[in-house]
C-alpha cells in the first residue's frame, strides 16, 4: 500500500456569509494565494451579492485566485466531507444567520455543512461575525460555538498600528485571521510595547 504525503499542500477552506466585510474575505484570499496555500472557497448567494456590492469583485476574478470555486447548494461537494484533507476553514464575514445555524446544528448548504464538518472533525474553524450591535441571542450564539471549538474573532481592527487607509485597517484584520490559522504574515505592525 502507497501512502501519499498529504502535509506538502496547505489546503484552507474560505466561506463568505451575506454581512458587510467582504473587502476581508477578498483581501485573506488574495494573502493565502500569496503564501502558496490552496483556498478552497464557498460562498451563500448573499455572500457573492456583498462582494459585488463592497468590492467589485466577480465570481470570475475570484475564481483566479483560488484552488477551486464550489457551488454552495452542492452539498455532496468535496468540502462537505470530513475525509477531504484540510487544515481549517474561516467564514469571513460570517452573518448572524449563519452563526445561528451553525450554533444549532442546521447545515442546510454547502458553507454551514463545510463549517460544521471542520467542527467535528476537530480542525481550526474561524468565524469573523461583523455585526453591531448584537443582541443575547448573538452573543450566546459566540459562546456556544466557542465552547464547541471555533475562533470567534470579531471584524474590529486595532489601531495602535496607526492605519492611514482603509487597506492598513483591512491588513491587520487579516494578519489577525492569518495568525489564527497559523499562517505567517507581515500584513500589520505588531505592538512592541516601545516608541516607534
Known amino acids: 500500500m502507497i501512502l501519499k504525503d498529504f502535509s ?3 489546503r484552507i ?3 463568505v456569509a451575506g454581512a458587510s466585510g467582504g473587502i ?3 483581501r485573506l484570499v488574495q494573502v493565502l494565494a500569496d503564501c502558496g496555500i490552496e483556498v478552497h472557497f464557498v460562498a451563500s448567494n448573499a455572500g457573492w451579492q456583498v462582494l459585488e456590492y463592497e468590492c467589485g469583485v466577480s465570481r470570475e476574478q475570484l475564481t483566479k485566485l483560488v484552488h477551486k470555486v464550489y457551488d454552495v447548494k452542492r452539498i455532496d461537494s468535496a468540502i462537505a466531507s470530513g475525509s477531504f484533507p484540510c487544515e481549517a476553514m474561516v467564514v469571513v464575514p460570517c452573518s448572524m ?8 446544528g442546521i447545515t442546510d448548504n454547502l458553507l454551514t455543512r463545510s463549517a460544521d464538518v471542520t467542527l467535528k472533525e476537530g480542525r481550526k474553524l474561524v468565524l469573523v461575525p461583523r455585526e453591531t450591535p448584537v443582541h443575547a441571542i448573538h452573543l450566546e450564539n459566540m459562546l456556544k460555538l ?3 471549538g471555533a475562533r470567534i474573532l470579531p471584524a474590529c481592527p486595532g489601531f495602535y498600528h496607526k492605519p492611514q487607509t482603509i487597506d492598513e ?3 491587520m484584520l487579516v494578519g489577525k485571521i492569518c495568525d489564527a490559522l497559523g499562517v505567517q504574515t507581515n500584513l500589520f505592525k505588531r505592538w512592541t510595547g516601545e516608541e516607534n
Open 8 to 10: 506538502a499542500k496547505r
Open 13 to 15: 477552506v474560505v466561506g
Open 24 to 26: 476581508y474575505a477578498y
Open 97 to 104: 444567520k449563519t452563526l445561528g445555524c451553525l450554533a444549532g
Open 146 to 148: 466557542s465552547q464547541a
Open 169 to 171: 485597517l483591512v491588513d
